[in-house]
């Protein structure tokens, strides 16, 4: 407001402090806040107080208790002598594990299925679509429940598995697979390997600078593949080319040596990807709609390949529709992990079910459960937040 | 409507949130105070299992019958006279602890093995012993396996948050063998994977391996039950730490069952009973007055509850024992005065 208004009388006499929309405001929030805190304390009051009541033992002191239970499949080193905390560790990485391929292979897949979708070969994009309103409308748990009956009914008992490949068998136990004998010499590879993409970001970022400075090309995608698969190559052979293979064979009940993925991982896994790659597909197909045709045609104009318009044009505008709403498949794909108590496989919530179920102390495992969720979501959210921040489109 | 179908599996969290909220606004249990409510309430929640064959299973209606349910009934007819005021709570082995420790169900007749931690760490009390169980080996008999201690190696089918589950892994640790548990926690699914060939065996309380080899095989002659016992499963009805006279009545309530099988009442005599002159017997049946006093309820008690479902010995015979397909012997569960473990503690 300006002076003369005020000398002129003109502003509004102040109201009254409870007819005061801002007081008003700041009291109710007050207020609300005040409830909210109050019925979280009463409640938490109340479930110590009842919780000592009935000598419920509380606090995170089990998780050195020892488990004395054993788990069916772990990637780090797991036995019944070790503790509770432990066994909690081997649940977050399973599901780290299968949250983690799940997420490649459905990106892959849902990608692969989203631009068949929009194939113009008749077939392929029925096929496409076909799949997409099959896997898209059944819930998960029954394909979980299908894959996993699917492998247990369909494979011979180990005795008489199915030998699809040189020491590569099929059974009910699950596919047992050889493996190279560890050796120091796949440390290097594997370090060979991490230089290599290192080596990459640099030399396309000298490709592009010749580039633009004197139009000429460098094959950047080639020598790049040449780098990856030289570099390990080589090391390898340097290390002189340890070949030995640990392979499983039948012993008693089942196979040993070599390694093994269960039916459990494997259904897990299959009705992850199948379910979440029906909406990637339906996500990156939306994404590519949403890029105007003229941008396809202005490219074709300036004389871009096919590979080049989809690379250069018509992708960098289509991520930015494309990843907030592949953020929240990735999610819920992490999530829906959990669904892997109903078929058996040890993932975090099965294991720390058990562990409720052994100490009699709920309060804890939810509230550990919970946590590890929430901050498992929050980091892949930050991560594809970041990467979405990149991607996005910058108006000048 | 993704979202209903992603969210599953944490609908049943969300359960266990509800129960730890019911822990958290639950009044204060005063001791005394579950049988007030109950009386005033005129019935009471029970925890069962969610299908055994002999001990709990629902009929085509959807009626539940069996061994752990007539320990509800008796209560039921102790409690009201009426056999039918009780509410079954179908529970898996993991959801029945939180289920109880929340008040969600008064008493769980659960087939669960009496040990120390459930006892303190729990926070449970545990009425009478009335069933003497061991966990044992089901194996198919294409395997070729006579003993226990020719498992090595062997993947196993196991219900998660039971003492199998530890017991199991005790056995193998101390014999220096290996294993491959695969735990599911609805034993219908567990128990079709044993089946399907995903193990090469199924382990539990012999009573239930026997249960379930006769009531789930195809063909129970192509299965086994391994002679080796590798633990003691007593098991008893639990109750919540802290209401002693809710324990003491269910306490007496099994004592009562037990007791009349001793004195010879059966659900056909009991009503002949009422005459008889031995002076335990009238103090039992209410002739004469003061044992139901005692336990805050109807003189009738220990009447009702045989009228309702029999003694202990009609109880066993007519679901897990020789009138059942079970055919289980009488064993360790028979009265201490006939070799067994059976021993009902003085009415009086």
Request: proline fraction near 6%; charged fraction near 15%; aromatic fraction near 10%.
């Amino acid at each position: 407001m300006t002076s003369e208004e005020v000398s002129l009388g003109l502003a509004p006499p102040r109201p009254a402090p409870w007819r005061d929309p801002k007081i008003r405001g700041a009291a109710y929030q007050v207020l609300f806040l005040a409830a909210v805190v109050g019925s979280i304390a009463f409640l938490i009051h109340n479930m110590l107080g009842n919780i000592g009541r009935q000598n419920i033992a509380t606090g995170f002191g089990f998780l050195h208790k020892e488990a004395a239970f054993g788990i069916g499949e772990s990637l780090i080193e797991y036995s019944p002598a070790d503790t509770y905390g432990r066994a909690f560790l081997v649940g977050l990485t399973n599901t780290l594990y299968v949250a983690a391929l799940g997420i490649v292979l459905a990106s892959v897949l849902g990608t692969l299925m989203g631009l068949a979708r929009l194939s113009g070969n008749w077939l392929i994009a029925k096929l496409a679509q076909i799949y997409v309103e099959t896997f898209r409308n059944i819930p998960l748990l029954l394909q979980l429940f299908f894959w996993w009956g699917l492998l247990n009914q369909a494979a011979p008992p180990p005795r008489q598995a199915w030998q699809i490949l040189p020491d590569v068998f099929v059974s009910n136990r699950g596919v047992s697979f050889p493996v190279p004998v560890a050796s120091p010499v796949y440390k290097w590879v594997a370090l060979a390997f991490v230089v290599a993409v290192l080596l990459i970001v640099p030399l396309r970022r000298w490709a592009a600078r010749r580039q633009a400075a004197t139009g000429r090309q460098f094959p950047t995608g080639w020598v790049g593949l040449g780098l990856i698969i030289g570099l390990p190559g080589a090391a390898f052979i340097a290390g002189g080319a340890p070949l030995a293979l640990s392979t499983p064979a039948l012993h008693g009940f089942n196979f040993s040596g070599g390694s093994s993925v269960s039916p459990e991982f494997t259904a897990l896994l299959l009705g992850l990807v199948i379910y979440t790659g029906t909406f990637i597909a339906e996500i990156v197909r939306a994404g590519i709609l949403a890029v105007n045709w003229g941008q396809s045609e202005a490219a074709m104009a300036l004389g871009l390949r096919p590979g080049q318009r989809m690379r250069l044009v018509v992708l960098p505008q289509a991520l930015r529709v494309i990843v907030p709403p592949l953020t929240s498949q990735y999610l819920s794909l992490t999530k829906n992990s959990s669904l892997a108590v109903a078929i058996g496989f040890p993932d975090l919530v099965s294991i720390a079910n058990t562990t409720m179920n052994q100490t009699g102390q709920a309060v804890e495992g939810i509230t550990m459960i919970m946590a590890v969720y929430l901050f498992i979501s929050l980091a892949i959210s930050s991560a594809m937040n970041l990467y979405n921040r990149a991607v996005a489109l910058v108006e000048r | 409507m993704v979202r209903t179908l992603m969210n599953v599996r944490w609908i049943r969290l969300a359960a266990v949130l509800a129960m730890i909220g019911g822990l958290a606004a639950a009044k204060p249990a005063i001791a005394g105070e579950t049988l007030d409510k109950i009386k005033a309430a005129g019935g009471f929640s029970c925890g069962v299992p969610t299908g055994i064959p002999g001990y709990a299973q629902p009929d085509a209606q959807g009626v539940y019958s069996g061994f752990d349910i007539d320990v509800c009934k008796a209560l039921s007819a102790a409690l009201f006279g009426d056999p039918g005021k009780v509410k079954y709570v179908p529970l898996t082995a993991q959801q029945r602890f939180a289920a109880l420790q929340s008040g969600e169900v008064a008493i769980l007749s659960n087939n669960t093995t009496w040990t120390l931690t459930r006892d303190t760490d729990l926070g449970f009390d545990f009425a009478p012993v009335v069933f003497f169980d061991g966990q044992g080996f089901l194996v198919t008999k294409k395997l070729g396996v006579k003993s226990a201690k020719e498992l090595n190696g062997a993947t196993i089918c196991v219900q998660p948050g039971t003492t199998t589950e530890l017991n199991l892994a005790d056995y193998f640790r101390s014999n220096k063998m290996e294993y491959k548990p695969v735990v599911i926690e609805k034993l219908d699914e567990a128990v079709a994977a044993f089946f399907s060939g995903r193990c090469d065996v199924f382990t539990g309380d012999s009573s239930a391996l026997a249960s379930i080899r006769v009531g789930r095989a195809s063909n129970p002659d192509d299965y086994m039950i391994l002679p080796e016992r590798i633990s003691k499963e007593p098991l008893a009805p639990v109750v919540r730490h802290g209401d002693n006279q809710w324990h003491d009545v269910v306490d007496w309530t099994i004592y009562a069952l037990m007791q009349a099988e001793e004195s010879g009442i059966t659900q056909a005599n009991v009503d002949d009973m009422l005459k008889s002159e031995d002076p335990g017997i009238k103090r039992m049946l209410g002739v004469t007055p003061g044992m139901g006093k005692a336990l805050g309820l109807d003189e009738k008690w220990a009447y009702n509850e045989i009228k309702a479902v029999g003694n202990y010995g009609e109880m066993f015979e007519r679901n897990i024992g020789a009138g059942s397909p079970l055919k289980l012997e009488r064993g360790l569960n028979a009265l201490w005065t006939k070799g067994g473990l059976i021993y009902p503690m003085p009415i009086r």
